[in-house]
């Protein structure tokens, strides 16, 4: 049974680290045609920055997913390593349980938002470009994250020492 959800989890990730990597390459391309536009051509794309910046935002909130899976994110550690390793264990599992917490309030209370971006159609200033996608992948990374750090805690993955059980495939 876990391992059939390991396996679940890491197929979600193929896919969050696939878009992920597909957007920063999308902004670099942009970003690229726009230099080479303004620079050769003298003309510029006037929507490039706005999409970059909404490529990047997916980016960060497709890419956290594994990041939170494989307990890799940015923290202070250095007072957890000089303890004693169960208190270590505890303070990780509290810190976990603190991530989760924070990105379900994050999720639930950014839903008003994404549905009155969605109601009233909101659009982007130089691209047109409908601000639900970009806002909405603030919620859907959190949320994500949430699964994620749970299942990793439910199915034993959690070293106190910050370090992922095992290594992504």
């Not at 939170?68 to 599992?93: K, S, T």
Request: contains cysteine.
């Amino acid at each position: 049974m876990i391992a059939t959800i390991h396996k679940a989890v890491h197929a979600l990730l193929a896919v969050t680290r696939t878009l992920s990597a597909l957007c920063l390459i999308a902004s670099v391309a942009i970003n690229f045609a726009n230099i080479v536009g303004r620079y050769v051509f003298a003309v510029s794309f006037t929507w490039a920055i706005e999409i970059i910046l909404f490529l990047m935002v997916g980016a960060v909130f497709t890419g956290c997913c594994a990041v939170a899976w494989e307990n890799r994110h940015i923290r202070m550690d250095v007072f957890l390593r000089i303890l004693p390793p169960r208190i270590a264990a505890l303070l990780g599992l509290i810190s976990d349980l603190v991530l989760i917490a924070t990105a379900v309030a994050v999720a639930v209370f950014s839903y008003p938002v994404i549905s009155q971006l969605y109601d009233f159609d909101e659009r982007s200033a130089a691209a047109n470009f409908p601000m639900v996608i970009p806002q909405a992948m603030v919620p859907i990374g959190y949320s994500l994250m949430a699964i994620l750090v749970a299942v990793r805690l439910l199915t034993g993955r959690h070293h106190g020492n910050g370090a992922a059980a095992e290594p992504h495939p």
